[in-house]
């Protein structure tokens, strides 16, 4: 089975994450999407990242009336830091049946070289990337819509008490203004 691994700490999980799965598998390029929920991530500062037990709970809820589409928390009980690499060998080892692909940014690929081991990566694994500003179109380029919501964005909304309605989805919204996350 064709799997897609989009990595991300979904600070919060927003439309922009699902729309892209489920056009990814639209695309017949996957039987399924796998949500590899980060603890915590290099490139981010901790301070803003929610615990990653929320997060995986408003993933969870994000995706639990979509098809094919999955949350996954093997990234908590791995070695830290996270690197992508570890994951790939994990999953590859444990799951040896399914053929793993791995679904990123067009951003995150300029910046591909500088992750642990990119080019053994690259070589084993199929990257599908989707467009952020669809600067040039690469063999990896996915053609799918542009996407145009951040996590980022929707933190700043929220704590500017802003509406973040159609911009996550309605469960995930109601948890985080129940809660107060990221205000």
Do not use: C
């Amino acid at each position: 089975m064709n799997i897609g691994l989009f990595f991300g700490t979904f600070n919060p999980i927003h439309n922009g994450h699902t729309h892209i799965s489920k056009e990814v598998l639209n695309s017949k390029r996957v039987n399924e999407i796998w949500l590899i929920v980060s603890p915590q991530t290099l490139f981010k500062k901790s301070s803003i990242i929610l615990d990653k037990n929320i997060r995986i709970n408003m993933v969870n809820n994000a995706v639990k009336n979509l098809k094919n589409i999955y949350s996954s928390s093997i990234e908590f009980e791995l070695e830290k830091p996270n690197y992508t690499v570890n994951t790939l060998n994990f999953l590859s080892s444990n799951y040896s049946e399914n053929n793993f692909k791995i679904i990123i940014g067009e951003d995150n690929l300029e910046s591909f070289d500088t992750w642990k081991d990119s080019d053994f990566i690259k070589k084993k694994y199929e990257l599908i990337v989707y467009p952020r500003r669809k600067k040039e179109i690469s063999k990896e380029l996915f053609d799918g819509e542009l996407i145009k919501i951040s996590s980022t964005d929707i933190r700043k909304k929220i704590k500017n008490k802003e509406s973040i309605n159609n911009l996550v989805p309605e469960n995930v919204e109601k948890e985080i203004l129940k809660n107060g996350y990221y205000s």
